[in-house]
């Protein structure tokens, strides 16, 4: 009964309706999931959390189930205290400061961030750039940068308007192709999703082998003029 009751929360916590001004992308996002979806992975992914920590989260998704945000972000914060790596009360404990009145950006941006960078950030990181609960906090400017070279996995990035980007990796035939991918910002970070089949065996990732994401504070970008960027005219 746990286990279907999992499996229809996070199914619960998914749907929504879309919206072409907050999520222009968000049709080709859900392609993906669609196409590889979370839910036999879910088992496995709840071997790695303690069951105490997992029942808190239950309480806060019912808290949050009733609109009462603060609580459910008390309760969502007993869980990570009681399992640091549950990543499910830490996206959850995000929508819930999106959605409260005052408007959170900097701690949802922050519990994105634990989200993301857990042993299941490929789907966290696809998820969060269509979610609806993440529509008030999710947004596009960047402040005028759009480039970043070197970041975490040696990739030379380039973001494009409304929520579209470009990557190349720094090894290999620097004229090979080019990956179109997505991003938004949250407050002072760039959360990043990309397909790239040849890098799957690079990754070795859980669920999409294929997908890199990543949350890179905004301040590691800089502004460089596209006809600079030696790979924006193959693409």
């Known amino acids: 009964m746990k286990k279907i009751y999992i499996i229809l929360f996070y199914s619960a916590l998914l749907t929504g ?3 072409a001004d ?4 968000a049709e080709g996002i859900e392609a993906y999931s669609t196409e590889y979806p979370i839910e036999p992975y879910i088992p496995e992914m709840l071997k790695s959390i303690n069951a ?3 029942e808190l989260n239950r309480q806060g998704y019912a808290l949050y189930e009733q609109r009462q945000y603060k609580e459910a972000i008390l309760k969502f914060g007993e869980a990570v205290s009681a399992d640091e790596n549950n990543c499910f009360a830490w996206y959850n404990m995000a929508c819930c400061y999106s959605l409260m009145d005052e408007g959170y950006p900097a701690q949802a941006a922050q519990s994105l961030v634990r989200a993301v960078r857990s042993s299941w950030m490929q789907f966290w990181g696809v998820k969060l750039m269509a979610d609806p609960d993440l529509d008030p906090v999710r947004g596009f400017d960047t402040g005028g940068v759009n480039h970043i070279f070197g970041y975490a996995m040696e990739v030379d990035m380039v973001l494009l308007p409304d929520g579209k980007a470009l990557v190349k990796p720094l090894w290999g035939d ?3 192709p080019v990956t179109k991918g997505y991003y938004c910002v949250i407050d002072t970070y760039v959360f990043t999703f990309f397909d790239i089949p040849e890098w799957e065996d690079v990754f070795g990732l ?3 082998g294929s997908f890199w994401t990543e949350a890179i504070p905004l301040s590691k970008f800089s502004f460089r003029e596209p006809s600079r960027i030696y790979f924006y005219e193959d693409y």
């Open 17 to 19: 309706a879309l919206s």
């Open 22 to 25: 907050s999520r222009p992308l």
């Open 52 to 54: 105490a920590s997992m």
């Open 174 to 176: 620097r004229k090979g």
């Open 206 to 208: 859980k669920i999409h």
